[in-house]
Structures are given as C-alpha cells and as structure tokens.
C-alpha cells in the first residue's frame, strides 16, 4: 500500500520568510499527490493535488508542490508565508487504482514568527 | 458548494458506551470514508465504504468499529464498548471518484 513520510513535525519561520515542507511518498508507481492544511478546531482543507502533467503545481493561499519523481517528492512551498499560514499540513497520497484511498503523513506543524 | 455534514461536533461518553457518529455524505458522491486524528497525532485512515460495503479497512478498523449507510444518505461509524484511547477527531470525507475528496468538518470524540 501507498504510504507518505513528513520529515519535519514542527517548523518555525518568520513571517515574509519562505516556507518549504518536506514530503516523500512510498509507492511502485506515480501516485495521485495532496497536500492539505488543518488549522486548530478545523476540517482538512485541500490545497493543491497532483494527478499527472506539469509537475509544478499551483494551489490556493499561494501554494505550490512539486512532483520529482527521481527523489519520490512532493514539497510544498510558498514564496513569502503570512500569519495566517500558521497551521498544520498533511501530505496525502492516493494510489490510482486503489478504490479512491489515501493516506496520510504525520503533518507538519507550521508557526509563524512575528 | 456541497459539504459533508458531521454531527454531532462534539460527543462526551462514558467509557463502555457505544457511540454513532453520522455523517452526510454529499449526495452524488460514490465513495464514503472514516478518518481517526488523536490528538496531535496524524490523521489515520479507519475504513473505505463503496457499493453499500466495505471495500477496505485498517487495522485499526476491529471489531469493535462497524460502518452503515441505512438510509441513502447517512453514513455512520458506530464503536462499541468506548475505550479512553478512543477519543479522536473523527472525519468522515466522501468523494466523486478520482479523488475528488471532501472532508466533513470532523466530531470529537471524548470518553470519560
């Protein structure tokens, strides 16, 4: 089965600082990619997906991932992080021909710095 | 836009107790799901649900958890016998197909 691993559990950055989490993903073929965000109390949000094609994906709140394949990655990144970033962010992975079923990594709790 | 309703948002039980979550799927959506989230803890999947039966379930899915769909547009998770490490978020999502995902916004389980 498809499995996910978040490197980092808790991340500092300053906010207009740029932001980059890590993911890398376990399956024998390209899976389908997401990355999600929880704020505190909150549902999961979906961010940005990766099914196929251009491997630099653009998602809401200034978000992108990118697909490398050769390293079995998807990071998110953002350019210059807002306090309202501060949250917590889970990579998914989804395997194409697996009834729909993703699974989830540990999440990396973001804290923004004045 | 279409939501996925969880009620209740908040359930306090006694340890021992059997609990119904309930869920609202969104109504054209084909594929219906359990996720578990422990405090502080990553969000696991509990169980998939397709075609009025369960197409696939985790470990931690025992006997203890059984899942419904009684009435075309509920989807309930009921746990029996709470035990204190039960005590979750618990989301219930359900999707179009090819991943279209939508996530209810989750009941927190405490037992007591």
């Known amino acids: 089965a498809q499995s996910v691993t978040q490197p980092d559990i808790h991340i500092t950055v300053s906010e207009g600082a740029s932001l980059e989490l890590r993911c890398n993903y376990s399956y024998g073929a390209t899976p389908y990619l997401f990355w999600y965000v929880q704020s505190p109390g909150q549902g999961l949000q979906l961010l940005l997906k990766?099914?196929?094609?251009?491997?630099l994906v653009q998602g809401i709140k200034g978000f992108e991932a990118e697909f490398k394949r050769s390293q079995s990655s998807f990071n998110l990144r953002k350019p210059s992080v807002h306090w309202s970033d501060a949250a917590e962010y889970f990579c998914?992975?989804?395997?194409?021909?697996?009834?729909?079923?993703?699974?989830f990594g540990a999440g990396t709790r973001l804290t923004v710095k004045p | 836009e279409p939501e996925v309703t969880q009620t209740p948002s908040h359930q306090v039980t006694q340890m021992g107790q059997e609990v119904i979550l309930r869920c609202v799927p969104i109504?054209?959506?084909?594929?219906f799901y359990w996720y578990r989230q422990i405090l502080g803890q990553k969000v696991e999947f509990l169980v998939s649900?397709?075609?009025?039966?369960?197409?696939?379930k985790s470990e931690i899915f025992d006997d203890q958890f059984s899942v419904e769909r009684p009435d075309g547009s509920n989807f309930t998770l009921k746990i029996r016998s709470t035990k204190l490490e039960d005590s979750a978020m618990y989301f219930c999502?359900?999707?179009?197909?090819?991943?279209?995902?939508?996530f209810g916004s989750g009941t927190r389980l405490t037992v007591v």
């Open positions: 649900f397709y075609n009025n039966e369960i197409s696939e």
């Open positions: 999502a359900s999707n179009s197909g090819n991943y279209g995902y939508t």
């Open positions: 998914a992975v989804g395997a194409p021909n697996n009834n729909n079923d993703m699974r």
């Open positions: 990766y099914f196929s094609g251009d491997t």
């Open positions: 109504s054209n959506h084909l594929y």
